[in-house]
């Protein structure tokens, strides 16, 4: 007979992982590791709080992405590391989220035209058998170049970059909107912070390196 607990049978078990997440790009993204994983998208509010900064809002939802994933477990499968991420651009006070339209898409990139834009990216790694939060904030700062019309019509043309926060995909064509960037990580920009996220994956007793 087994008397095993539930916590004490998880962590007999191999460790998983999942991306808390339904991004294309964080997808690509992990699959450079080679580690194999699952795919759980969270279904939460990302509207952000009254009076909440740009990065508190990234840290927030971060986190409760994950958090999402892991109620969504069965007690055998507790021996799980999620990943969540978020990230917002901020200008001044001004947070600029996915515009979802051409529309909205033309107006952003008019609006960052010529201007200094912060992508705060931020990643959770949730541990869900000790149910811990392990997180990190990666800052990129990014110099949009004068931009006319025509150049944003014809980006968003060859490359409709409606679900990227600031409209602009800098692993693609959207670099070509850009005059400079600066930041502890070039797949920050993208969504989920590679450098930082092997940093936790390590600590957590998961290296990508020897597994």
Known sequence: MNTATPAETAKSTPRR??????????RALLERLGLPFSIISPDIDETPLANELPAATARRLAREKAKAVAKQLPADQKNTLIIGSDQVAVVGNQVYGKPGNHQKAVAQLQSLSGKTVVFETALCLYDALNEQAHEELVSTEVEFRELSLAE??????????????????????????????????????????LIALCRLLRHAGLNPLTV
């Open 17 to 26: 992982l999942i991306l808390g997440s339904s991004s294309a790009y964080r």
């Open 152 to 193: 944003i019509e014809s980006y968003l043309k060859r490359e409709p970059a409606y679900d990227c926060a600031g409209s602009a995909k800098s692993e693609a064509l959207g670099i070509a909107l850009l005059d400079r960037l600066s930041g502890n990580d070039p797949t920050a920009l993208v969504g989920l912070p």
